[in-house]
């Protein structure tokens, strides 16, 4: 009967908090846990072991280490002991959807003198946690209305504030990571938090997470597309370019591509799924051909890699492909604009035409007409000692069997960047490595390359 309340508030097939069960253990030492709750109200929970339940109190402000502050703590329904290891989230709509973090937890004792009155109070107690410690009082004032106040002791200060404790004492994240954390019905990774991206921090995790949010907006340019990819199982300096060595699974399809004496064998991703399996084989950057395996002598898009040297600024990398544009604009060629992530930017068109040789010419004609208009600016050398000082355009990849990096694909460069589509209106204030792992989520709303494939094609 006693935790009635806490099970009747709570679906348990839609929320991964414990089912109450009232526990009486042998052991006399009583446990405390803090959770700290972002929901409709942000709060930490303060829960105190009694009669086999926790006895609850949500403190809006959280406790205070200065004996001056009284914070409102309110008294909730009684949670069970195994409430004590719950962290994760509960889904919005959900009682008390939001994140739980386990913000701290230890033993509590009431003074000798009191024999706790969870009725009427008061209530003096010592905390043994991580990170609150000493003694406490909770004053009871109306209703399930309390108040929690720090006694003067050794632990007392004016300037600690609670705030300054961030991450779960149980595993260490943040409460944006709890909330990131996959669905584990969805899949097992292995070897979740190994750091891929040592100096961002970045693990294994985070960058499944990352693919599995724009899994379905990668998935057109994937669609049928042979595709090379960058594997990291060591992290981002110990890299290695993988073209063709991959799994077999269902996830994949296969393709047996011959090319003059050469016969080899290729793959592209079937479905959102095969995205992630490739992750967790430590891909992590992919790139695609520009035709479909099914009608692969017919590229269907053209790709211009506009590669500054490095000594080049922004201002003017960004003049030559406002400067490309406005030359596909004349040719009336669609065209879309990506970040590469690293120095430059990419520019896509999508094409219908009948060969390679059609598609490398045009590619080959336009860059040369820049080239021609602005010598001392521009080159199709890809000798890096041609390259000093100028714009390297980069036409290459319009050629059977050369790829380019597929648009939302990570990159394995300093800063976790993104291949990030961007209108061109955001040309001159997006920089090519901008956009990242850590700050691509709101742009995830948006969608500059919305009629890609929709669009009427130029052929
Ligand atoms: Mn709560």
New binding site residues.
Partial sequence: MKLKDYNSKRNFNKSNEPIGKVKNKKNKKLKFVI?H?I?RKE?Y?LRLEWDGVYISF?VPKGPSFNPKDKRLAIMVEDHPLSYGNFEGTIPKGEY?GGIVMLWDKGYWAPHKEYKPNFDKGPIKFTLKGNRLKGSWTLVKFKKNNWLLIKEVDDYISNTKKISEFTTSIKSGRTMKEIKNKLNPLKLNISNPDKLIFKKEKITKKDIVNYYNLVSKKMMPFLDNRLISTVRAPNGLNKSIFYMKHFNNNKNLGKKVVNSNDDKSDYYYIKNEQGIIDEVQMNSYEFHIWGSKQNSINYPDILVFDLDPDDNLNISEVRDGVANLKSILDKLKLKSYLKTSGGKGYHIYVPLDTSSWKKTEKIAKDIANLMVENNPNKYTTNMRKQKRKGKIFIDYFRNKKGATSVCPYSLRLKKGATISCPIYWKELYTIKPNDITIKNIKDRLKKDPWKNFFTAKKSS
């Fill in positions: 959770q709750h929901s709060h929970d949500a008390g």
